[in-house]
């Protein structure tokens, strides 16, 4: 299937996964609910989610709180300060 943007079209832009729940905390989870399966497949699948992020130029930035995740949200991009 081809994909419907062109590859980095959306460079530049930042997605933040706030994961709160993980196989970690609860086993009875599903193993698949796991951060390493956001960057790499799970057992028998081509791709993951880092994938298609990566081929449209979608940063990504993982954190498993709230407090990193406010803190992600409120910290001042480098890159803005320079403008």
Known sequence: MKPTFSENCLKGQKLLIVMLWSHEMDKIESKYVDEKYIKEPIPGAKQC???LLDYYGIEIKI???YTDAIK???SEDEDENLK
Do not use: G, P
């Open 49 to 51: 989610i880092k994938y």
């Open 63 to 65: 954190v498993k709180n």
């Open 72 to 74: 992600e949200l409120t």
